[in-house]
């Protein structure tokens, strides 16, 4: 089983103190829903796990799950340094429900590939599901060549999904089908979207990140995989500007959470400290962003 | 005198054998100058500086000043890891007859604030010329903070544009203008030009990227810096998918001479060695981006 | 209320199966203590706390806390990416019965001078404890400049000392102490003692790290301290070739966790994975380094 | 033919004005010989070869290959971030009289196993030449793995020779000699000689480093080289000290250029801006260092 389409990493909302707030996680959720996606990611990079405890990890999981109920599967991130952390972590996902888990290579110095493969090898055997390998160097400090995630994908039948982060990300998409030849393997392109359209085009199998508007995500994916690519062109061109501008360093996963905000999902767009408060040239510039969507490209139902 | 408006970085062409294509590299000129750009840069680093011999760094300023021949102002990136051939960079760009040095901190471990401030200030005494201030960390390996900024532009007037590539460049170019209060700088938005817009929202002065159409970028900043924009924005989010397709970490060059190649400009589209060979999947993906723009967007001057 | 002399950062014992081997912790806790250290830090980098889950925190620092029994001051530290994290931590240790904690820069893209010393004003007035500011740049990813520990150390009083890992750390030292005129602040050498004696040339206090011969540090710290400086050199010298030798990059963890073996202190000298097995001609050099010293050197207590 | 013993990185003398220094590259060259080196490395990291233009890369080499005058094979530095760069470096080298050049992996984003076993490739087929691979990671920017290393070492018999820099230097050069099983390869330590003993034990063939004194590298290597491992370990540890002390990131250069002047060899300790000038303390530490050498040694030859 490999997972394709549109999967949403879910924010993960606070209250203006700083707690998780559950009511608004659940609104995510429909949202994400409702607007048609494959799948939903909990505990992703963009959803601060790095700032979540682990009894709050649990919170979330127990609580995206029991939400989603069954409606559409949840991947669980569960990357950590250590590996039975993230056996661990693995454990409970599965035991929460999860249909998969994702892991990036472990943070330490000196890390070198036959490390990253005994890693994961030594997760497959502990843990029984399927596995997304996560690539995204700027996180985990590590690049994923090609050539070994061919290797691990054949090793590991259940790790044949790829969220891929390292730009290029259509070549890279590109040679990571060559390195899999002989089997299948299912690339999701990340950063925000900003790809999607290429990363389809070198054979990607869909999309997995947060934007806030998974509706055109959808729209672009749909096309694309039904063959209507220029359905898809033509719809994701007028999209990624907006796509672009909330992925900024440093600052997306805020303007992410008052976009959703704005749609009615979260209720305070709090990100946890350390955190950048989005300035008053930022609003506006998303303002004028967001009225050029509605008023000049037909999205009526963007909100104001 | 600061910077201001749209300045283009000018890639360096090469032939096939590898040698500097200086026809080409004229005629990349014209192109520019004829999109009307306030300015020119050369040696910059998507110019392949890293990759020239100190006699081939020579050839290019004077091929691209006497090309130039006063049309329009030039600068000419002078950074090295040491502070001599900075200055001896510097000077020889100020006899060809350039206009500014663009110059970012020295790249060395241990690299501090204090450090970097003397740099300025050394080669600032040293050659009496002005200076354009480049922050792009992935390059130099270091940050300047915007309050370091504004120290180096305090003490040296002649050092108050900044060539900003550290995102979110938008948000940055907010701070740096609170940073010189009491005096005006000029800020120049790079990465491409995929933020050209919000920077100018947050009070940058232009942009100063290699964008290979550079008549977008013209259209935008013209239109902005006359008060008009609605217009600039409207133009800005039709070409921006464009931007970002061109801006792609690690091939952003070869497609840039790519377009060159395909507007008439560049005979061969060839970059240096170590170098990425475009597949065919991201020829493909440009091909019906220039289609969508010429078709749909209504840009009768794009060339297939 | 500064802290100096010599701090030993305690390793986190494991069983073969990966746990927590408690009774391995106490008798290398006993050991530390009969050496002569100062005090105790638990959950530092080189605890391998980054592999530790939240719950395991809380029983090292039990385990640690109730075997002290206030035989020695104990530093938890309590870095986290997450401000609210940090605090918890924070004040879990300060529960426990922690003397301080200790804190390094939050890792965190864009990270800026701002954001630092924001992160420590929160936690100051948040938990009412001593606070080792830890300078670390590998493990932070964020280099703190001397100013920047001044101007904590002037708004924090309670965060004055400085575990000091930003080599060359006796030319840093030199600047802190520079940086912080008028107050006193406490700068502790770490990188395994490596420059301990050059450290406490320059004015350093004391030096904190988990070498496995603490007695060596004892014996250097003191002497010095007390203005035998010539013997305390005298002892350095013919030290730091094992102090060099344990501090190797990658695999210093487990060479320490085999010296405490061979000591009596630790039943299995595992670290947790990923980690690297010593091969056989590390463990040939140890053994030859532990010779040298106990035969023509006179130390007379180095185990075989 | 494989590199074997000790090899000296030449520091570049400057003038207190900032040219180059000449007779003072000539004495160190005569010091180095007398002192029974192997060969001699120029236009390396440490001789500040990233601060030297092209035309004074060609002075230098000159200088050098004419004052040796065959006394010594000369390993020459020719990496750069193109590979044309690197060839006509390279081929100047040979032109020189260079017996080898040596050459890191190009510094570039993306860079992988594919574009790195690549340059060496071309490098090789456009110039016949013995390489020596330089794994320096935090200059590169690249770690390259044992097997690349292998993998290399296989295609190019000539390219069989490996500056290692990249720790646990130990461990590493078991792996590297596990992965050229068949053929043979020299490891030769670098990291100004502080693991030089365990490299040796390792399997390492030498030591190539830029260390003020060595005399000392000469005795441990030849001792080691002869089968007499004690007498080598014995004077090892003694001299390791002085080694971690100049070693030391930021300064180190400009601490081996100090004791060179002390040595009668260098005229003006400088090094070219942005530098750090060694403080008062730095200078104390150094003095009582060598002192201990001198007086309780018995390294009767040290100078004060």
Known sequence: MNFRGVYSVLPTPFCAS????????????????????DGLTALGVTSEVARLQDAERDRVLDAVL??????????????????????????????????????????MPKLNSGAVLSHYLDLASAVDTEIVIQDYPPVSGYTVEP???GHIAREIPR??????????????????IQACEGFEVSVLGGLGG??????????????????????????????????????????????V??????????????????????????????????SVQLDRSTMVALDRLLDWLRATQGVKWISS
Chains 1, 2, 3, 4 share one sequence.
């Open 159 to 176: 790790a044949r999904t790829i969220k891929l982060e390292d730009p290029p990300t259509p070549l890279k998409t590109s040679r990571i």
């Open 18 to 37: 700083g707690s998780i707030d559950v009511p608004s996680l659940r609104r995510v959720i429909d949202l994400y829903l409702k607007a048609g996606v």
């Open 66 to 107: 029991s939400h989603v109920n069954g409606r559409a599967p949840v991947v669980a991130g569960t990357s950590a340094e250590g590996l039975l952390n993230c056996i661990d972590y693995s454990r409970r996902a599965k035991s929460a429900g999860a249909s998969a888990v994702m892991v990036s290579p472990p943070r």
């Open 194 to 239: 900003m790809y999607a359209l290429e990363d389809l085009i070198a054979g990607a199998s869909g999309v997995m990140t947060g934007f806030a508007y998974p509706e055109m995500l959808v729209e672009v994916v749909r096309a694309f995989r039904s063959g209507e690519v220029g359905t898809a062109a033509d719809a994701f061109y007028r999209y």
């Open 241 to 274: 500007p907006l796509m672009r501008f909330e992925f900024q360093q440093g600052i997306g996963i805020a303007l992410r959470k008052e976009i959703l905000r704005r749609r009615g999902a979260i209720t305070e767009p709090v990100t946890r400290s350390p």
């Open 147 to 149: 050539a070994l995630l």
